[in-house]
């Protein structure tokens, strides 16, 4: 198993620029298909972003609107969610999730069932 700790959420105003850590204790840290979710008001937590092994491929939640990038450096067992143009709707918990399962070609997991482990999350709140 792999054990996540999340890292970087803080207060920030609309328009901002952030970027999340998140860093696993796993050796092969590589098998993992990663992925962050957030938890805002709602009692239920909603995929944000995926990506594969590599890094090569991503997945992205359509309410971001290509402002987040998601990102891997397998020899740091870190990922890492970047955001850009930060909007008071994204203020939410966002927690990182591993998978041992990996997703059907040009798709990514995105139900919390899907994902073994998971962080405790890290606050980030947008306001003005």
């Known amino acids: 198993q792999v054990q996540l700790v999340e890292s970087g959420g803080r207060l920030v105003q609309p328009g901002d620029s952030l970027t999340l850590s998140c860093v696993g204790s796993?050796?092969?840290?590589?098998?993992?298909?990663m992925a962050w979710f957030r938890r805002g008001s709602g009692t239920e937590r909603e995929f944000v972003a995926g990506?594969?092994?590599?890094?090569?491929?991503?997945f992205y939640a359509d309410s971001i609107k290509g402002r987040f990038t998601m990102s891997r450096d397998n020899d740091k067992n870190a990922v890492f969610l970047q955001f850009n143009a930060l909007e008071t709707e994204d203020t939410a918990a966002y927690y990182c999730?591993?998978?041992?399962?990996?997703?059907?070609?040009?798709?990514?997991?995105?139900?919390?069932?899907?994902?073994?482990?998971w962080g405790r999350g890290t606050q980030v709140t947008v306001s003005s």
């Open positions: 999730a591993a998978s041992e399962t990996w997703p059907q070609p040009d798709r990514s997991l995105v139900r919390e069932e899907e994902y073994e482990y």
């Open positions: 796993a050796r092969l840290f590589a098998k993992y298909y």
């Open positions: 990506i594969n092994w590599s890094g090569a491929t991503t």
